[in-house]
């Protein structure tokens, strides 16, 4: 019975650490952003993407978003984007893997090396996809007296473990 608690903590745990991976990467960051002035391809080499993170484009409105091919980010073409955006905050989320390619469509930004080459990898192999013991709607499975209280220790010690280690 106490290395099954010892389980179901563990599995909550890691539960939040796997919620903890998912990462969110503000292009340009730390120091820097979506302008002329970073260096947007150190900054995209020095960054691990993996599926379900986020890309976060924060910029002045003088800037924009092209998603681009290949071919486009080779040569900073900014006729026929596949997608456009603009606003000056954008969150476009990773959810399949491969490279995407994303550049400034504001004439002569390219150039100066507003591009980014974002290679997106499969989830690492460690962190799972939950199990699909829980269909969505489904009930809970039934409570045991004391494990509801259990869970919820662990959940407050995996919380203070991962601020810890943040
Ligand atoms: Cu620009």
């Known amino acids: 019975m106490a290395v099954q608690r010892a389980l179901v903590c563990l599995a909550a745990i890691a539960m939040l650490f796997q919620l903890a991976i998912a990462a969110n990467h503000p292009v340009g960051a730390p120091g820097g952003s979506w302008d002329t002035s970073t260096d947007l391809k150190?900054?995209?080499v020095s960054q691990t993407f993996s599926?379900?993170?986020n890309l976060i484009?924060?910029?002045t409105t003088n800037h924009d978003v092209l998603e681009v091919t290949k071919a486009n980010y080779d040569s900073c073409g900014t006729s026929n984007p596949m997608k456009t955006h603009t606003g000056g905050?954008?969150?476009i989320p990773l959810s399949t893997p491969g490279k995407r390619y994303f550049i400034c469509g504001t004439a002569g930004h390219c150039g100066q090396g507003m591009k980014i080459e974002?290679?997106?990898?499969?989830a690492a192999a460690n962190s799972p996809k939950s199990p699909p013991g829980t269909p969505s709607g489904g009930s809970?499975?039934?409570p045991k007296s004391s494990n509801g209280e259990n869970l919820h220790t662990c959940i407050t010690l995996g919380i203070g473990l991962m601020l810890m280690l943040v």
């Open 140 to 142: 809970p499975p039934p």
């Open 42 to 44: 150190a900054w995209a």
């Open 51 to 53: 599926v379900g993170d």
């Open 89 to 91: 905050n954008r969150v």
């Open 57 to 59: 484009f924060k910029y």
């Open 118 to 122: 974002v290679d997106t990898t499969a």
